[in-house]
């Protein structure tokens, strides 16, 4: 190594007056920055680097990572800065990083925050992740291998994550001999690939990480290169939050009522600025009023900013709970429930079109689906292909419908009310990141009418508190069986009652659907907004569908309200139904002749908890009846 | 109005912090915080108080205690918790209690009994699905990866090739039953954020932080303060009277002190900034088995 003395010497200042130091630091700002790079392009190097050039690295840590560098380090005797940085046990022993670390370091202008993203084809989840909180990107390139596909791949991530400013560090500089041509190459070539897909202000500077050049000052190696090193650019670059300028937006995180007295609304202000006396509009109700004050530990405020933790209360007693958003009542941002958004997909198990998700937006939870996308992207070469699903990395538009409407903002103008993650309701897994474009024209022109006769009127008028009776089971298990005979026993106590029967179903209103786990969604999707429908106008419904995910079955129950809906199993083994097979179905699924057939080459998923269990083994169709009669009397 | 400025670095962490609180609060059945009366505790109960004010924070305060902390520590901690009208909870690994499990005698096992096993316990014992941990990720390079909710298992276990992956500030929170999430606001903090913020807000810090003469042995290249008459000293050892502090607090037998001058913030915080040591180094904890000693700690539960 030619130089080991720190780039940043300790200030004198903090030994000559310290408080005077302390003074003019608590005025740093801050700086996220993502580090992109191929597998050999020396990033962990780097950032090793720019730790050590900035004194984060102690006396301690620098006599392990000698003692390490000569024992596994791939630089013969020379420090191997990657081994600061490649964490867990288990990357040192394969020597890749695999996952996602933050790094800190200080200069005296500056706190900086580095994502480390690792670089491999199946890790893009782990890009996205450090990309989505990146003020800038740093795309490492060596300078012996030029832009390459990884690149490319990384910088579109960068890119369709919302960064703006980025960073070509040419790296390896040493080994093309401090070569200008070189790098002018390399640098035009990005250039020209970045204006490509709409990425504008690249600055690129050449560097060497292992050496140290243009890294914190100008390179004596390089003369003919007069921009600023590596950190100076990283020092200077512009961080005022973009959103401080916007109109003002707080999604509500949580609503502070120690007493009747005192009803405050806490959240993250994501946009603009705020002070007492700023009249604001509460959404998605639509109601006003003005802030009345903005409390704080440390006093009441007289303005507080985008990027700020604070607490409002406001001049009217209103409506306001945790999702809701607070925003300037003069320039509120859009609400709907039905968007075109980018998808990144990040869980194992691929996506399913039709499925209900938790899909978490701000501070707003609801249940989404995803429809099919309407292509997937190339990301090495961003070609639009067509897709049905999205796998694990696989990057997508598609359209997405909540089932609530929700406040939001494209993603290219706000992070906060356009960024949103997807959650598996049975694995409760992050499976996909997405990208809010714009909602759908649709849902702005579709609205809710009210109608006079509401469905409490409906019951009202039949005596009765309606139901979803919904019988779940294996085919031939019984389950249309029994409820005809429990539709038969609710007719007799002059009950308005009306059986949906899956075969019945599919010949009419969903006949063109098949039986592919899609289709088997959709198919019941349909029925619960029919059997909804009915118990909007007061019904009892009992309906016999296989219904085989217990993703549907709850995506159903969330759909009704309170208790009304009621789970029933039909348990019957797969051995008996299939002895029974009285539609000759499992035979022909034996044989091969039908696929997708449910416990054969297609799953089951029985409900964890069901609100009744009826055995058809142990019990008679008559018993059955009667035991799911009295669980679900009175029904008043 | 008022020309908007970039906020400065310990606002942001601060307002970070405070997000990260309210989600947990907002999203868990039942938050509890881990409170180890030392200074990044001491921050971490600060930015609470900030973040549910004018309400107390809605959840008490865990320490799990190992009976082997310094007598400043206990102190400190009865009042901090009466001053942030908050209920404190302690718990003491009955059968560390029964067994005399000490750090003098028993070596690892006194940190696995006392801390690992006895944290599990007041976990399961209180229900608690939510746990805040003052834990930085520049502390030690597990840290760095771990995710500000870190999820373990029905039986504690961290694994870190399932993480969840966390965009934006969006943090999922879903558990099954049995399940739990570590929390820590303060993983973008380093040591000076941390030193910078006690002094912006005057927080309180045990005093052992800042130098004072104290009593001492010097044993296996690390100065012991003899903090109570437990203390065994080997033959020949006799406590001196030195000008110490601690730049990390744990149990007193276990935890290093440094030699120093440094009375007062600005002066501990220079020392902090000329210092060539980092923080851990005086830990016992970290030393075992080479560089995976946290990782495996935490892989079996350790916070």
């Not at chain 1, 050999?40 to 006599?63: E, P, V």
């Not at chain 2, 229900?127 to 771990?146: H, I, L, Q, V, W």
């Not at chain 2, 029905?154 to 969006?170: G, I, K, M």
Request: hydrophobic share 40%; net charge negative.
């Amino acid at each position: 190594m030619a130089d080991h003395q720190h780039a940043y010497a300790p200030d004198a200042l903090i030994g000559e007056d310290i408080a005077a130091y302390l003074q003019r630091h608590r005025a740093k700002t801050m700086l996220r920055f993502i580090t992109c790079g191929s597998v050999d392009d020396g990033k962990s190097t780097l950032i090793g680097r720019l730790l050590y050039d900035s004194r984060a690295i102690f006396a301690d840590q620098l006599a392990a990572l000698e003692s390490d560098s000569r024992r596994v380090g791939t630089q013969g005797q020379a420090i191997d800065f990657a081994l600061l940085v490649d964490g867990l046990a288990a990357e040192r022993e394969q020597g890749i990083t695999i996952d996602v670390a933050y790094r800190f370091f200080a200069t005296e202008r500056r706190k900086f925050i580095v994502a480390d993203c690792p670089g491999h084809e199946q890790y893009t989840r782990n890009m996205v992740t450090g990309a989505s909180t990146a003020d800038l990107a740093v795309i490492l390139v060596d300078a012996r291998k030029g832009v390459l596909v990884q690149t490319r791949r990384h910088s579109y991530l960068c890119h369709l994550l919302g960064i703006r400013h980025f960073l070509l560090a040419v790296n390896k500089m040493d080994l093309v001999g401090y070569d200008q041509a070189a790098f002018d190459a390399i640098a035009e070539d990005y250039a020209r690939f970045a204006a490509s897909i709409g990425i504008s202000g690249v600055t690129a500077i050449p560097i060497s990480g292992f050496r140290g050049d243009n890294i914190v000052a100008a390179s004596a190696q390089m003369p003919w290169y007069r921009g600023p090193s590596l950190i100076e650019h990283l020092e200077r670059v512009e961080v005022v939050a973009r959103d401080a300028a916007g109109p003002f937006r707080m999604p509500v995180q949580w609503v502070n009522r120690p007493d009747l007295d005192f009803r405050g609304f806490a959240g993250l202000i994501a946009c603009g600025s705020i002070a007492p006396g700023d009249a604001v509009r509460v959404l998605p109700g639509g109601r006003t009023s003005t802030v009345r004050e903005i409390v704080s530990f440390d006093g009441p405020l007289d303005r507080a900013q985008a990027g700020e933790a604070v607490t409002l209360t406001l001049a009217d007693e209103i409506d306001c709970s945790r999702g809701d958003v607070i925003a300037a009542a003069g320039d509120p941002p859009q609400v709907a429930d039905q968007f075109e958004a980018t998808i990144v997909w990040l869980g194992d198990e691929e996506m399913r079109p039709g499925r209900g998700y938790w899909m978490k937006l701000a501070t707003q939870t609801v249940t989404a689906t995803v429809q099919q996308p309407k292509y997937q992207v190339d990301v090495n070469t961003l070609d639009h292909l067509a897709a049905k699903t999205l796998a694990l990395n696989g990057i997508g538009v598609a359209e997405v419908f909540a089932d609530r409407p929700l406040v939001f903002e494209p993603y290219a103008e706000s992070r906060s009310l356009g960024g949103f993650i997807l959650i598996d309701k049975e694995s409760n897994a992050t499976v996909a990141a997405g990208m809010l474009n714009f909602s759908l024209r649709r849902s702005q022109n579709v609205h809710w009418q009210p109608t006079d006769i509401s469905r409490a009127d409906h019951a009202a008028m039949k005596n009765q508190a309606p139901r979803v009776l919904w019988f779940t089971g294996l085919s031939g298990s019984g389950k249309s069986t029994i409820a005809n005979a429990v539709e038969k026993r609710l007719a007799l106590m002059n009950r308005h009652t009306f059986l949906l029967d899956g075969d019945n179903v599919r010949h009419g209103l969903n006949k063109d659907l098949g039986f592919t786990e899609a289709d088997r969604i959709e198919n019941i999707r349909r029925v619960g907004e029919v059997a909804k429908l009915m118990t909007d106008a007061g019904l009892i419904v009992l309906t016999a569908f296989i219904s085989p995910f217990r993703a549907e079955r709850q995506m159903v129950r969330e759909m009704m309200q309170g208790c009304e809906f009621v789970e029933i199993h039909v348990d019957t083994p797969l051995t008996v139904a299939e002895a029974r097979d009285v539609k000759g179905l499992y035979r022909k699924a034996r044989e091969g002749q039908l696929k997708n057939f449910t416990g054969i080459d297609s799953p089951y998923e029985a409900p964890d908890n069901p609100d009744i269990v009826v055995n058809t083994v142990e019990m008679t169709v008559e018993e059955a009846a009667d035991h799911i009669i009295r669980h679900i009397l009175p029904l008043k | 109005m008022t020309a908007l400025t970039a906020l400065t670095h310990l606002q942001r962490l601060e307002a970070e912090a405070i997000h990260i609180m309210r989600e947990v609060v907002a999203e868990a059945a039942r938050p509890v915080m881990l409170y180890s009366v030392g200074k990044d505790s001491a921050v971490m109960l600060h930015l609470a108080r900030k973040a549910f004010h004018p309400a107390p924070p809605p959840f008490p305060l865990l320490h799990v205690d190992t009976t082997w902390k310094f007598a400043a520590m206990y102190e400190l901690r009865e009042r901090a918790a009466r001053a942030a009208g908050m209920e404190l909870l302690v718990h003491r690994n009955p059968e560390a209690v029964e067994r005399g499990i000490n750090p003098f005698e028993h070596g690892a096992l006194h940190t696995d009994m006392w801390k690992t096993q006895g944290l599990k316990q007041a976990l399961d014992q209180h229900g608690f699905d939510a746990a805040f941990g003052g834990a930085r990720r520049d502390e030690e390079k597990s840290r760095a990866k771990e995710r500000v909710f870190s999820f373990r298992s029905a039986s504690h276990a961290w694994d870190p090739r399932r993480q969840r992956p966390e965009l934006w500030n969006l943090y999922n929170a879903r558990l099954k039953p049995g399940e739990s999430i570590r929390a820590f606001p303060l993983s973008n903090w380093t040591e000076l954020d941390v030193w910078q913020y006690i002094q912006q807000e005057a927080i309180e810090i045990v005093p052992l932080y800042f130098a004072a003469p104290r009593p001492i042995v010097e044993r296996d290249g690390m100065l012991l303060m003899v903090d109570d008459e437990r203390f065994p000293l080997r033959p020949g050892e006799q406590p001196q009277m030195r000008s110490i502090r601690f730049r990390t607090l744990g149990c007193y037998p276990l935890t290093g002190a440094v030699e120093s001058e440094a009375a007062t913030l600005d002066e501990v915080i220079r020392e902090m900034l000329l210092t060539a040591t980092s923080e851990r180094q005086g830990r016992a904890i970290d030393k075992d088995d080479g560089g995976a000693g946290m990782e495996r700690k935490k892989q079996e539960g350790y916070f």
